[in-house]
Structures are given as C-alpha cells and as structure tokens.
C-alpha cells in the first residue's frame, strides 16, 4: 500500500498535544495556517504564540470615541444599543444600522444587503468591532465593519465584563485581531502540551517569574491586568536572558577559535610610530591601547568596539594596533563606509606615518572606483602581503580581494555595516583576525550590551587638550523668518575672518531624497510634529548662495553621494586645501571628514536628521585652531517633538547624555524598532530604551548560567531557543537601529 503524501499526513492526524516547534499546519491546517504564514511569517505553534497581543482593551477605553478620526482603522469594545433593518430608499436592497457604545460615545454601524446581521446585533449584546472610520451625514460610521460578539455565557455578569482584558493583536486587513484571539483561544492554547522553559528555574524563582506555560496563557487569555502584566513581565525577562545568553554564547564561540597572537615588538614599526608621534596620547587613548596591545598579543581573536566622540582619536589607537600586527608580518584591513572617508583614511594614515614607516608598510586603498590597472596593482599588494595596510570600503569584500596574512580588521564606524559583512571580510584570513570595531556613535550602556552583547566595549571619553569649543545655536524659522539671511551673513563672516563652512541639507534634489542619507532612525511615521514643507535641497540651497549678494565672491561647491567617487574627492581635496570657502553637502560629510579650518556647520531642516546624526555632523567643526559655530536651522515648530530633537543636541556637547536623551526621547518608536509585524526575529517586549536594569539583570544572570555550562549542554531548552530567536537578520536590524 502507498504511503500517504506527507502533507496530507499532517492535514489529517493533527496531534493532540501541542509543542512550540510543531508546525502550524500540523495544529491548525493548511488553510489556517497558510493565513498565518502569509500575514506574519508564522510557521510554528512558538512562532504563533510569540505574537503577543499589542495592548489589552476594556470597555470603556476608548473615551472619545465621538472624537475617533475618520480613516482611521479602529478597534473598539463596545455594546449594541439599537438595531435597524430597512429597505433602501434608491435602490433595490436592505440596509443594517446599528448604533453601539462604549459607555462614552456612539459609533452607527453599517451593512448593505446583510439583512441578517440584524438577527445578531441584538441591543445588550457586546463585542468588539473593527473597521475603518468615516464621516457620513454628519455621523461617524463604521461601514461593514469586522466584528465579534462575546459569548453572553462566557460573560455573565457585567462586572466580569467590565475588567476582563481583551486582548487586541497586531492584525492585518485579512487577519483581523480577534480571529488570532480565537485560534491561539480555541485552537491552539487547550492543545498546548508542556513546554521547556528556557529560564532555569533556580532563575525563575530568583526573579519571581512565572513557568513559560502560564506566562502563555497570561498573556493571551488574561482573566484580569494582573495577569497579563505579570506574564508581560516573565516574558520580558525570559526574551532579555534568551538575548543575551546568545549574545555571550556567540562570543564564547568566538574565544574558542585559534587566532593568531601578535606580540608587542620592543622596537618594531609600533615603536618608532610612538617616538615620532607629535603630541601626547590622552589617557583614555592609552588605556584602551594598552587594553587593544594586550588583547592583539592573544591566541583568541580580539572582538573589541572602541567608542568615543568625533575627534577623540580613535583613529591613532587603530592605526597603532595595525602597527604591532605589522610587527608581526601580519595586515591589516581597514574598513569604512564611504568612498570619500577611505581616501581620507588613506592619505591621514600615510601622513600620520611619515615618508619612511609609509614606503614600509605600503598603505594601499582598494574601493570600486580604481581603474582596472590601479586595482590590479592595489590586489597585488594585498595579496603578496607587501600591502601591510589596506584600506578600503565594501570593495574589501569582493571575493577577488585576498590577503597574505590577514591579522586584524578594523571596522570604521560600526552603523554602517552588517555582521555578515564583517564575516565576508573575516573569512579572507586563515585564521580569524582580530577584529577592532570603531564607533563615534556614542552608545548607552544598556544598547551596547544588547546590540553588540559579543564584543568587548572600551571607551575614549575625553577630548585631545587644546581643542576648540563648539558653540550651537537652533534658528527656529517658525518663530523669526527674518533669521533666515542672518544664517548668510554669519557664514559670510567666517569666510571673511579666513574660515571655512558646511552647509547640510536633507536632500539632493527636490523629492528625491538621497538613499540612506537623510535615513532617520525615528520612526517617521510616528512623528507628525515634522513640518510638511518641503527640504532643503544642496540644488537649490547652492544657487541661493551664489545668488545671495553677501556671499558674493564666495568659492563654493557640492558635495553629495550622486556625485563619482572622483569628482567627491576632488571637492573633499580642494576644500581641505583651502581653495573652497563653502560646500553644501549631504550627510556624505557626516562621518570621519577631517577640515581644521572649517569654523561653521550650517544643518538646514535639522530636524530631518536624527539625534545622533547632528552630532557628528556638528563635530566636523572645532577641530583645528578655530572655535565651531553650529547653526541648527529648522521650520519645526517650538514644542513639537522633532524641534525637541533639534534643541536637546544644542544643549549638550556631550555625546554620552545626548545617546541616553535621544533613548528618551524616542519613547514608543524605540531604538531597536517596533516591528508590529511579528516576524519571527524582532525583538518584542523588550525596549532598550526602558528595559536597561532588566537587561543587565538578564546578562548577569546569563554568564552565570554559561560559566557553569559553558555549551549549554544541561540547558537544552535555552540551546533550542537561542537557535531560534537569534538570527543574523535580528542583529543586522539591530545593528541598523
Ligand atoms: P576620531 O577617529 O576619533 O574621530 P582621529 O583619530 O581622527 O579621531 O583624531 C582626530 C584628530 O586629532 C587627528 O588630527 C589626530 O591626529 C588628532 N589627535 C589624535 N589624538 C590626539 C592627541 N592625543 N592629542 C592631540 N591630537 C590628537
Ligand atoms: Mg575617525
């Protein structure tokens, strides 16, 4: 006898009791579980189950529901108070009107030619109803609208009613959030065998947490508050341990890997660096060189992320850790994230190395802008190992790219790239390199443990002596439109004082956005305290300076990412060199360029930039002998959130307090995100933004677990949830944030 097609197999003996790893289709159907799968991604019972509702509602909530704003999609609780059939005047059919409460307003509910929902709407009936709001003859409407009525059994009395929590999922137009309620109710919950908790109970207890199974059930079926919020709160806990018992897994898997140890040499290319550098390192450089020499002289590869403000000399720190890996026969690539900053990088590294250590170590530039007969030359050096410091930016990756003796890696500006891609860049070496992660991002404690929970965090937090103080100022348009030529006139004063000066601006070209560059870590839609006029664009702002009679005689030039990687480094080069008074710019300039002699940053439509990106871009200013000015010039308006923005970076120089201000202030539109999706990878209760104490709590808890059981072998249930939350895509996204 022919055995029966697997599918089928699965369609028709749907197991009794239910695991986390079951397939859906194995517990809902093909049909069902299809929807799922379309909708949000769901492909198990865990998949389904960590779709967690949204928020609970209860009768009454939703006060103003007079005030509810058409085209909208709402969800309501409320109950039937009248219900009417009729024929339709015009034409042939019938029409359902029913009117419902929440106790505060009423909403009229419509049906064409389903004269039968008059059978089912009966006045006293509740139930929660979905839809779409619109205006019609001066009352809001609901035109058929989804809808469920409560089993009056279920709710007898209007007590019990009234405090019972519904829960109301992330939903779709084909999936509509009571639908999922029902499944994970009816279909999925009753079914649910034990599941493996991948808390340890000795930690469960610790923190007076719930089984997972309970916390399930809490969470999707809460009899009361109390209910959800303490499964909310075992769940949240439960996705902080699973997060970083991964994270401190994946760095454990790192340590075990040979690397091989580049030992300080006494005089070596690292110590004739140190005798001809002209200053003093600061003691923060110091220290965490001496963390990066200690850690480089390892047979584990190093997995460090240097922190520390624009300007903090992060760079030197890098370039001295390359020096001892040369010391050693070994290269070193050095990744960044533009064309421009590369060449930068280049010219900065070889200069900082002086004619003699340069014609050594051969520091050679590889991006996808060489000419063939310069690429071939810069792999050659590569590969021969004569090269013993490349530098480069995503053209490093191509698999034509190879090395002698790759040693060490060091990544500029983590933000911009992805893990996979430091892996590509890894995997060019025989065995892994070590690896130095540069950020001037400053990062809060709290999103470092939890984005980059694998690395070891060192950090610059003072400045070089002698640098030049920045002072800021927010130009709000709103309020004075005059200021507007003010701003000219100020640039045209440090161009006359001898001083050079960025102007930003949100865009290239009306409407058209630069990709990536004016990316705005806020949630935009969340935020509609932006202003609707449109930006400043470098087209436009470029002639309004040549045509602006104050800047007259004035040098100036673009620069944007639109631009070849040429022409980009030829304004870079002249302005550098002082044969340019102006540049308007996008954020092609926010990172990494170095111009001693630029006094101003003028940011247009500040408030299009995120927290951290005005910031940097601020830094580009006092980094030579002249004092920065920073204008932030901006059209929000006073109070709303996105000129809260603008003002908090005006306030403070300190990177440190503005990364925890700007966790502040992206309150529900957090920093890792908020993919009501669901998708299997996101995180969901978590917020960085609130959750630090428990996210410490959590690590602690983790690398007490591991340093008992190092591989986790008595802790299959946390094996199994790592492998299954921690996907590479999470940590991009998370990298993103
Ligand atoms: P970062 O990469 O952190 O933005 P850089 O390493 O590019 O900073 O340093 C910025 C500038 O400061 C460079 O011109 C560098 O030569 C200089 N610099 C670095 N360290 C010191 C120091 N200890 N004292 C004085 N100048 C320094
Ligand atoms: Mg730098």
Excluded at 83 to 94: I, L
Excluded at 326 to 346: C, K, Y
Excluded at 525 to 546: F, G, H, K, N, W
């Amino acid at each position: 006898m022919p055995a029966p097609p697997p599918e089928t197999a699965a369609q028709t003996t749907a197991p009794t009791t239910l695991a986390l790893a079951t397939p859906l289709r194995a517990a809902l159907g093909e049909r069902q579980a299809g929807v799922f799968t379309r909708a949000f991604g769901h492909r198990t019972v865990g998949d389904l189950l960590a779709h967690y509702p949204r928020r609970y509602a209860q009768r009454g909530e939703l006060t103003a529901l007079a005030e509810l704003p058409p085209g909208d999609d709402v969800t309501i609780v409320a109950e039937v108070l009248r219900c009417d059939k009729r024929a339709m005047r015009q034409r042939h059919g019938s029409i359902v009107e029913a009117a419902i409460s929440d106790g505060t307003g009423v909403l009229t509910l419509t049906f064409f030619n389903q004269a039968w929902r008059a059978n089912e709407l009966i006045p006293g009936r509740r139930g929660i109803f979905a839809g779409k709001v619109n205006r019609y003859k001066g009352t809001l409407q609901l035109t058929h609208p989804d809808y469920e009525l409560f089993d009056e059994a279920s709710a007898p009395d209007v007590e019990s009613w009234q405090s019972k929590p519904i829960p109301i999922y992330p939903a779709t137009s084909t999936l509509a959030s009571w639908k999922i309620a029902k499944v994970v109710r009816e279909e999925v919950l009753p079914k649910l065998g034990h599941v493996d908790d991948p808390v340890p109970e000795a930690v469960a207890r610790e923190h007076g947490l719930e089984p997972l199974d309970a916390a399930l059930r809490g969470i999707h079926t809460p009899a009361t508050d109390t209910d959800w919020r303490r499964a909310r709160d075992t769940l949240r806990y439960q996705e902080a341990f699973v997060l970083q018992s991964a994270l401190l897994l994946e760095r454990e898997r790192l340590r075990e890997t040979a690397a091989t140890a580049r030992m300080p040499v006494a005089d070596g290319y690292a110590a004739r660096f140190d005798a001809h550098l002209p200053f003093d390192l600061t003691a923060d450089q110091r220290a965490v060189g001496e963390q990066v020499e200690h850690d480089l002289a390892q047979a584990v590869p190093m997995n460090r992320l240097v922190q520390g403000e624009v300007g903090s000399g992060k760079t030197v720190v890098a370039l001295r850790a390359m020096l001892q890996v040369a010391d050693n026969g070994g290269q070193s690539a050095f990744l960044a994230p533009t064309e421009v900053l590369a060449s930068q990088h280049l010219r900065s590294i070889a200069a900082a190395l002086g004619p003699d250590l340069a014609a050594e170590l051969m520091p050679t530039l590889i991006t996808g802008r060489l000419t063939a007969a310069e690429r071939k030359k810069a792999l050659l050096r590569a590969v021969s190992g004569q090269a013993q410091i490349v530098v480069g930016t995503h053209a490093l990756l191509n698999e034509n790219v190879s090395f002698f003796d790759l040693g060490l890696v060091v990544v500029d500006e983590q933000h911009r790239f992805g893990v996979e891609q430091r892996d590509v860049l890894r995997s060019k070496a025989a065995t892994p390199p070590h690896q130095l992660v540069l950020t001037a991002t400053p990062i809060p404690r709290t999103v470092a443990m939890t984005v980059f929970g694998d690395l070891d965090v060192s950090t610059i937090a003072q400045l070089p002596t002698g640098r030049q103080k920045i002072e800021s100022f927010v130009v709000p348009l709103a309020e004075h439109p005059r200021w507007q030529n003010r701003i000219w006139e100020r640039a045209a004063e440090e161009i006359a004082a001898g001083h050079q000066v960025f102007v930003v601006c949100p865009a290239i070209t009306p409407k058209e956005p630069e990709e990536g560059e004016t990316e705005n870590p806020i949630d935009e839609a969340a935020d509609d305290s932006r202003p609707l006029t449109p930006v400043a664009t470098v087209e436009q702002t470029i002639e309004a300076v040549r045509d602006n009679p104050v800047l007259q005689g004035v040098r100036v030039a673009a620069l944007h990412g639109r631009m070849s990687a040429d022409d980009k480094d030829a304004v870079m080069r002249a302005f550098a060199a002082g044969a340019l008074d102006l540049i308007v710019a996008t954020t092609v300039i926010e990172v990494g360029v170095d111009v001693p002699n630029a006094s101003a940053m003028i940011v247009l439509d500040a408030d299009r930039f995120g927290v951290s990106q005005l910031h940097q871009l601020r830094g580009r200013v006092g980094r030579g002998s002249v004092p920065g000015l920073c204008l932030f010039v901006t059209n929000a308006e006073n109070g709303s959130l996105a000129r809260e923005r603008v003002d908090a970076v005006a306030a403070t120089l300190d990177g440190f307090a503005l990364a925890e201000a700007d966790l502040e202030l992206r309150r529900e539109g957090d920093v890792l995100g908020s993919d009501q999706s669901g998708g299997r990878s996101s995180l969901r209760l978590l917020r960085v933004a609130r959750d630090g104490a428990i996210i410490e709590r959590a690590r602690a808890d983790a690398a007490a677990v591991l340093e008992s059981d190092p591989h986790l072998a008595d802790h299959p249930a946390l094996s199994a949830a790592i492998a299954d939350r921690l996907t590479d895509r999470t940590r991009d996204f998370l990298a993103r944030a």
